[in-house]
């Protein structure tokens, strides 16, 4: 089964897969008007079967839970949210123990923590 993790922000969304059950960052997309042709894009090339949103409790669950809302109206796929509570800060730690450069953190570390949220689910 192939799994398309993703971690809902304000500016970029996050995004990992999970093919036979490995996990794979890929690169973030910008959370603009092409998000969902973007999203649709990953789900065709990598044959997604099964999507999971990660959220948050609080003000910006709302926002997460209206993406995931019209996600699910796009797409002819299960589409679950999962409590990614610290999920960036698990992010932040696997970045730092892999010495990765700090100039290219801000374009990895939300895919990241998509990863952290598939390694959630399938563990």
Do not use: H, W
């Amino acid at each position: 089964m192939n799994i398309l993790g993703i971690d809902y922000g304000t500016k970029r969304i996050g995004l990992a897969i999970s093919i036979n059950g490995v996990i794979s960052p890929i690169l973030p997309i910008k959370n603009d008007c092409d998000k969902y042709n973007n999203i649709l894009k990953v789900i065709k090339a990598e044959s997604i079967d099964k999507i999971f949103v990660g959220i948050c409790e609080g003000d910006f669950a709302k926002k997460t839970q209206k993406f995931v809302s019209r996600l699910q109206g796009m797409v002819n796929l299960e589409v679950e949210t999962v409590e990614e509570a610290v999920s960036t800060i698990e992010a932040d730690e696997i970045y730092k123990l892999n010495k990765k450069s700090k100039k290219k953190y801000k374009s990895l570390i939300d895919s990241i923590a998509a990863a952290v949220i598939l390694r959630r689910i399938i563990n």
